[in-house]
């Protein structure tokens, strides 16, 4: 059954930088786009980041863009998310979630939807 | 970015009760709305996908319905495992966004 595995997360001061690594197993990873999502109690569940099955394709929500880069390893089945330049706000658990397309069309994959999800990894970014 | 709401933001509920979850996108989304359900230091599950395709594996006592802007979720007879937190998310654009939620417990 697919699996999803979070790991790296941690105390943080601000500023600082933490890398998390998601391990992918069960299903063929490389077919697939990834997203990290992150949960706080106060600001809810927020969409963090994608990356395409081939890693060509990557978005950022505002909140992270400059600071967070999403990357992947086919060989490996591995998804990560390095974070620089982390804030007090970034505190939240992170999961890395499949990010299965209903369709693609002219090399781009539309109709997201989570359909599985690791356990989360918390991240804490205080001084 | 779209921005989503769900009402209520709580609900009691009897085990048996018809309970329905209210979803409303502030632009047209289409059908590109996905269903979550959440138990308490567990990662959300999909339950429902484009507003209104049940999950593999999901009960069809859960429903969905809606497009455009506003969506439901229903669930016809309220089981113990229901009691839980919902949550509504589109896909239409990015960045994707989640409603605030809806947790339902025990009457």
Redesign the interface.
């Known amino acids: 059954q697919v699996q999803l595995v979070e790991s790296g997360g941690g105390l943080v001061k601000p500023g600082g930088s933490l890398r998390l690594s998601c391990a992918a197993s069960g299903f063929n990873f490389r077919d697939y786009y990834m ?1 990290w999502i992150r949960q706080t109690p106060g600001k ?4 963090v980041s ?1 990356i395409s099955s081939s890693g060509h394709a990557i ?1 950022y ?2 909140s992270v863009k400059g600071r967070f880069t999403v990357s992947r390893d086919n060989s490996n089945n591995s998804l990560y998310l390095q974070m620089n330049s982390l804030r007090a706000e970034d505190t939240a658990v992170y ?1 890395c979630a499949r990010d299965k397309r ?1 369709f693609c069309r002219n090399g781009f994959c539309y ?10 990894t918390l991240v804490t970014v205080s001084s | 970015d779209i921005q989503m709401t769900q009402s209520p933001s709580s609900l009691s509920a009897s085990v048996g009760d018809r309970v329905t979850i209210t979803c409303r996108a502030s632009q047209s989304i289409d059908n ?1 709305l ?1 269903w ?1 359900q959440q138990k308490p230091g ?5 339950l429902i ?2 507003a209104s395709s049940l ?1 593999s594996g999901v009960p069809s006592r859960f429903s969905g319905s809606g497009s455009g802007t506003d969506f439901t979720l229903s669930i016809s007879s309220l089981q113990h495992e229901d009691f839980a937190t919902y ?1 509504c ?1 589109q ?1 239409h654009s ?8 809806t947790k339902v417990d025990i009457k």
């Open positions: 997203s809810g569940l927020e969409w994608y978005y929500a505002d999961y209903l109709g997201s939807l989570f359909d599985d999800w690791g356990q989360g | 590109y996905n979550y567990r990662a959300p599950k999909l996908y484009t999950e949550y998310q896909s990015t960045p994707f966004t989640f409603g605030p939620g």
